[in-house]
């Protein structure tokens, strides 16, 4: 007892400390896993139960176990028995379009309405900017009524009438939205943070303004244009309701979120086995399948991404 | 006249550079706001011009019938009932969403092991496509051999039949749609919190002040413009809910989950009604304009009231 009271006041001081930081760190962490643990758990659920066989994933509802994990219904997924493959292109296709033209509208675009001085340029800014107020179902349904009866197209004639105009052809799935007044306002944004002395010094070296666009500003535009590229992968690459509106009818042009939903219930007709029940494990692997490029590039992309989520949205 | 020659030449120059600003500028803009016109404007006048009309958009050209479709839409009980869905849906889910952005933000913004996995963590939902993310969620909610069922039957409780319990649908559904929504508003407000400088905090706490008080009088006021942006932007996001009520409940039971979005859908695909879509169209935009108006105008107040 006196040895541990004459002990205890040389230990104590360090070890109040401790206590005082410690809980509160483990707290922390607790949460924080808990939470994520909580957040990923789906995308978890997907992965174990896409490598399970389908007497492991009932065995355990909350959570399939793979005690014999199996890759029959990846390599059936991947096989040439399912179009993905096909899915993926096609998507990949449409995202590289609409990040690549986006872009460069948006580039040329708040280059225009930030750093260009010229009348009318505030009144045509607020005209563009208008149009983030209304929701985009406003225009989809008369959007969809215009591919359809595009004049001289899909077997229309030159009022638009007699064919079915661009749907379920390529071009309806490439000729809208190619002006984003999001990205615009966000690029004007970040060009009028950056200070003008830079493009002057720029063209008294004699360079124009293709030359400034692409020497000077493009290097300190890369953190929005990173910003551009997620959002888009991710919208494109996620995009049901516009292919779902135009291209339902072509097989040859679906998209992976689309062709998803069309796959999502065949797993047991693939496998030769009677259809009457959902095919559960073979539904997570096309889920997961789906998923995971866009997971695979946000964290390849994820530290530019506060980065240039604060070079707009901060700053601007 | 060495002095007169250079002026005239600077001012040639400077005339030139003011109209080369001009002419580049037009030069750019000008394709730009036609193709603008052409996908935007075009399709929205022709919008409020066919929520007038009666149109199967099949076959035929529409026939006018004045406000029919918009008296129907404030009349008809289960149009009614669409709205009032939305606007639970939109309120509800923007409400709990933001607050918890906030609160998780302020986590990950500790410096702490591993922070990148944790922040992924928290956007993967928001990543991956609502069409996947519903149909896994489905799995959840089946109402036998679902997930959650079965983890309620082992434990001695009665099952939950979420396609028949419209309650219980409604939280399932505002459950997903704040896991799926909450990652960009974190990104956001992390975006905000890394933007409040450090020194700002020593100085309050050289004068002594507590943590709670650091969050009390730094963090909560500067990241108010935020909240605004992430009010604002959000409920944009939130009416605009589709794809999980129609993966997960269809409107269903009894159309009592239905929200506007599912609802035009419906009303253009399914009936062949473009008339009522496009009034359903028009109702929602509208909408979304008061709600945004509202919310700048409540929130900038509180912010100078604070």
Known sequence: MQAQATFSPAVEPPKAKRRKVRPARIVLYVVLIVLALVMAFPLLFGVAGSISTAEDYIRTPWFPIPYTPTLENWSLLLSDSTPVWQWVVNTLIRAGWYIVVPAIVAVMGGYALSKL?????????????????????????????MMARWPLAGGNNLLGQGGQGFINEWPALLITGWVNVFYLFMFRQTFSTIPGDFEEAARVDGAGTLRCLKDVYLPMLKPTLVVLFIFQFVAIWNDYLWPLFVSTGNKDIWTMSLGFQMLANSGNYLKGLPATTLDYPFLFALATFSILPLIIMYLVLQRFFVEGVQGFAIKG | MPAGAPSLAERFTRWRFRHRQAFEG???????????????????????????????????????????????YFSDSSYVQVILNTALFAVAILLIQTALAFFIALLLNEKIKGRGLFRAAWYVPTLTSAAIMAQVASVFIAPNGGVINSVLLSLGLPPIIFYVEVGWMRVIIILFSVWRGVGGPVILYLAALQGIHPELYEAAQVDGARRRDLLRYITLPLLTPMTIFVLVTG????AQIFEAVMFMSKGGPANQTNVLMLQIYQDAFANSNIGIASAGAIVLGLLLLVSSLVNIRVLSRGQIAS
């Open chain 2, 26 to 72: 037009w030069l750019i803009l000008t394709p730009i706001l036609l193709y603008f016109s052409f996908f935007f404007l075009f399709p929205l006048f022709s919008s409020l011009a066919l929520s007038f009309t009666r149109w199967s958009g099949l076959s035929g050209s529409p026939v006018w019938v004045g406000l029919a479709n918009y008296i129907r």
């Open chain 1, 117 to 145: 001085k010229f009348r009318g340029r505030d009144t045509a800014f607020i005209y563009l900017l208008a149009s983030l107020m209304l929701p985009p179902i406003v225009y989809l349904v008369p959007t969809y009524v």
């Open chain 2, 235 to 238: 409920v944009i996001g939130t």
